[in-house]
C-alpha cells in the first residue's frame, strides 16, 4: 500500500497530535482523513461554485438590489 514520509516542524507536530487528541483519533488516522476531507472539500466548492453560475440571472432578476455596482450591466458611466 501507498504510503508518504512527510516532515512536520515540532510545533507543526505537536499542533497536529493536539488536534487528532481533540478529535479522538490516532494521528495517523487524523493525517489521513484530513487530506480526504480536502478532496472532498475541493470538489464541494467546484459544485457550489458552478452552481452558483448557473443560478445567477435567475437570483440578479429576482434581486436587482443585490447586484453589486461593478457587475452591472449599464455600467460605471449610468451611475
Do not use: C
Not at 512536520?8 to 488516522?29: F, I, P
Not at 489521513?32 to 445567477?56: K, N, P, T
Not at 434581486?63 to 451611475?79: L, M, V
Request: glycine share 6%.
Amino acid at each position: 500500500m501507498p504510503s508518504l514520509n512527510i516532515t512536520y516542524s515540532d510545533e507543526e507536530m505537536q499542533e497536529l497530535r493536539a488536534a487528532a487528541a481533540a478529535a479522538g483519533t490516532s494521528l495517523k488516522q487524523y493525517v489521513h482523513d484530513l487530506s480526504l476531507r480536502e478532496r472532498q472539500r475541493q470538489q464541494f466548492v467546484r459544485y457550489a461554485v458552478s452552481w452558483g453560475e448557473l443560478q445567477r440571472a435567475e437570483f440578479d432578476e429576482a434581486f436587482p438590489d443585490e447586484i453589486p455596482p461593478a457587475g452591472r450591466h449599464q455600467g460605471a458611466e449610468a451611475a
